[in-house]
């Protein structure tokens, strides 16, 4: 079982309302990642960090924001949340391997699942 | 367009028995294949790992093929019990960037009933 963490588990609020969805690892991984999640679909990187102070835009578009202070620490905020932001949220993280990595493996947080009403 | 589809969509299968579920991928150029399981409301949790020179890689229960050349990997579930009763995702990276991008099938709905 990986440690990282995800607060908090579940999550329904009002429409406008401004929510930070919170990521933390004790591993000491590099990478940290944010994937949104519908029912029965595939998962969506929507962010994605090399280490502190980076972070980039993943594959699909997000209203939602990310900062990365702390290596540990990766969260997500909605400045004002829409009923379209309704989703299961994962925040993942894995190791940047020296020298050329064969593969970097993703451990997955237990998710945040938002409903916004 | 890199693509992972998996088949079927959805399974049910008796507790004991076996089962095969499927995984097909355009993703290029091929980096490694992983099965994840994911329990309802859960986040995924790794089964197994293969890159392009494996072609089969056992984790108790589950056994996961890989043929690179047709680009398809197949895993086997043996005795099936019913704490399998997952979503089973089938995840392909490239290894055309740093970032080691990866590529989520839609998943397999196994449900196991006793």
């Known amino acids: 079982e990986a440690d990282i963490y995800q607060t908090p588990r579940y999550l329904v609020i009002g429409t406008g309302k401004k929510i930070t969805l919170e990521c933390s690892q004790t591993m000491g991984h590099d990478k940290m990642y944010w994937y949104q999640q519908d029912p029965g679909m595939e998962l969506h990187l929507i962010h994605y960090s090399y280490g502190v102070n980076s972070t980039e835009k993943g594959d699909l578009s997000s209203e939602s924001t990310v900062s990365r202070i702390r290596t540990e620490h990766f969260p997500l905020t909605l400045e004002s949340a829409r009923p379209s932001h309704t989703s299961q949220y994962l925040c993942a993280s894995s190791v940047v391997a020296s020298g050329g990595a064969t593969y970097n493996e993703q451990f997955f947080g237990p998710g945040t699942r938002l409903t916004v009403l | ?114």
């Open chain 2, 1 to 114: 367009k890199n693509q992972v589809e998996q088949s079927p969509q959805s399974l049910i299968i008796l507790e004991g028995k076996n089962c095969t579920l499927q995984c097909n991928y355009t993703v290029s150029p091929f980096s490694n294949l992983r099965w994840y399981k994911q329990d309802t409301g859960r986040g995924p949790v790794s089964l197994t790992i293969m890159t392009f020179s494996e072609n089969t890689k056992s984790n108790g229960r589950y056994t996961a093929t890989l043929d690179a050349d047709t680009k398809q990997s197949s895993l086997h579930i043996t005795a099936s019990q019913l704490s399998d009763s997952a979503s089973y995702i089938c995840v392909v990276s490239d290894r055309g960037s740093t970032l080691g991008r990866l590529y989520f099938g839609r998943g397999t709905q196994l449900t196991v009933w006793p």
